[in-house]
């Protein structure tokens, strides 16, 4: 497949954005200058990328607690997103969300719901909405291998695949829930893809750290599902770089396979090397583009700490009763 030489870079900058952000994270975390905790999604980054450049306006979105900053590609300012994880009240829900809840309805973001797999059934709900209004807008929604396992994806699913509804799930399976591995908990390999005939489902598995491959992945499904043919389910496989949480020292796994991951699989690099060898980017332009974004994100880090914190009266604001 030809592309421009726009299209791969803005795809580039997007997962380098993304790359930096998630990075950036876990440096703020460290110096104790983010309440709670954060879930780092540091290598996982071209599953996301990758198939939310597909998306088009009018579109839903179910994002997961992981990747933290991927709601930036959807056009949320990494100002917004640093307000509210740092709880401030310039945040997109003015840090009564946090970090596991980045939610925007003005770009269609629905936000999630803190117990995994439980909200699935919301953005099945988004979908059939858009399914009456008989637009080719459809839903992404995102999940784990771990929540591949629990009975609201299954009956979401059910109920997506029985009405045909215009919902592509994306299932980012980075081998760990938790402490649990993949091959410990799930008796085939591909919870996600093999699970798809089950409910009728058209299924793709790709490798999640290739950003290219999941672009072209998710191009072919979301178009599919755009044309009224009911939902499917794209697989992409990658492996958590971090803890479950910043501070897991990860005692349950093997560092050496890890580090195989980190240096072999990176999905920056192996973008970066991609352009290169195409001639989409010099490495004086990559160096150009690492220090824009990191002038964008401590703006952001700024902007962030100078924003009024979240006062207890917020939490009486946006409820029902």
Not at 228 to 235: D, F, H, M, V
Request: some cysteine.
């Amino acid at each position: 497949m030809a592309y421009s030489k726009e299209f791969i870079t803005d795809l580039y900058r997007k997962l380098l954005g993304t790359r930096l952000s998630e990075e950036k994270l876990v440096a703020i975390y460290k110096e104790g200058r983010v309440p709670g905790h954060i879930h780092s999604g540091v290598g996982q980054e071209a599953t996301h990328v990758g198939t939310l450049v597909t998306s088009k306006e009018g579109d839903y979105f179910k994002l997961a607690h992981r990747v933290v900053s991927i709601s930036s590609v959807l056009g949320v300012p990494f100002s917004k997103i640093y307000a509210e994880i740092l709880g401030r009240q310039d945040g997109n829900s003015r840090g009564g969300g946090g970090v596991n809840h980045i939610a925007d309805f003005s770009k269609g973001i629905l936000g999630m719901s803190g117990t995994l797999g439980c909200d699935m059934p919301f953005a099945v709900g988004a979908a059939y909405k858009l399914k009456l209004e008989k637009k080719d807008n459809i839903v992404y929604c995102y999940y784990g291998d771990g929540t591949s396992n629990r009975g609201p994806v299954h009956e979401a699913m059910n109920w997506a695949a029985a009405w045909k509804l215009p919902i592509l799930f994306v299932m980012d399976n980075n081998q760990w829930a938790i402490s649990t591995c993949i091959y410990e908990s799930t008796a085939i390999e591909n919870p996600g893809a093999d699970r798809a005939a089950a409910y009728g489902m058209a299924s793709k598995v790709v490798d999640g750290t290739d950003v290219m491959a999941v672009y072209e992945a998710a191009k072919e499904l979301s178009e599919y599902v755009r044309a009224g043919n009911g939902p499917a389910i794209l697989e992409a496989k990658n492996y958590r770089w971090r803890g479950h949480f910043e501070g897991d020292q990860c005692k349950y796994r093997d560092p050496a396979i890890t580090e195989k991951w980190q240096k072999k699989r990176n999905c920056v690099k192996r973008m970066e090397n991609y352009m290169l060898e195409n001639d989409f980017i010099t490495e004086d332009e990559i160096k150009t583009m690492y220090e824009e974004i990191d002038a964008e994100l401590n703006a952001a880090v700024d902007f962030a700490e100078a924003s009024p914190k979240a006062t207890a009266e917020d939490l009486f604001n946006n409820i029902f009763a």
